[in-house]
């Protein structure tokens, strides 16, 4: 099985058996060779019409702290993929990325927690259209990547690496 390219979007998250959970809007772009994901909490406040960090409130500003993403490349073994992070909004917390895929009829797919944690419900939001996909590498780590299907992309860059102070 391979990860269905495309562009999709998440309808739901159930934990542990729980009910389903959308208040969170997740945005999922994979490509053949990359994916980016973006997750966004449905209370955010409307940052538009804003073009710079300058013209936001610091509130706008917290919120916007607590968005996530990542974005890498995926592995299959099996029904399992593993989606390996080279880029984090959020610090990570080191674990592996890894459900089990099952598709649902056209353009639908679940992922399940190899611990059956969670079940996700994914719904293709495009899945033609054309993929490209691009890396950019610095200093041996990913800088930028941007993964685009059909008309939708996520574009991640990396936040430039902390440089300790020499020892004295």
């Not at 969670?118 to 041996?140: K, P, Q």
């Amino acid at each position: 099985m391979t990860v269905p390219a495309g562009a999709w979007q998440r309808d739901w998250i159930r934990r542990h058996g729980g009910a389903p959970d959308s208040r969170i809007a997740v945005r999922y772009v994979q490509t053949p060779s990359v994916f980016g994901d973006l997750r966004i909490p449905g209370d955010r406040p409307d940052v538009a019409p804003a073009a710079s960090f300058a013209e936001l409130t610091d509130d706008q500003l917290a919120a916007l702290a607590h968005q996530n993403g990542f974005a890498g490349f995926t592995t299959v073994d099996g029904a399992n993929a593993t989606w390996h992070h080279e880029i984090d909004f959020q610090p990570t917390d080191g674990g592996a990325d890894v459900g089990r895929i099952a598709a649902a009829g056209d353009g639908r797919m679940f992922e399940h927690a190899l611990d059956d944690s969670y079940v996700e419900s994914w719904s293709a939001l495009e899945r033609g259209g054309g993929f490209f996909a691009a890396r950019v590498e610095r200093a041996g780590r990913v800088d930028q990547l941007l993964a685009v299907a059909g008309t939708h992309f996520v574009y991640a860059r990396a936040a430039p690496r902390r440089c300790r102070p020499a020892s004295r």
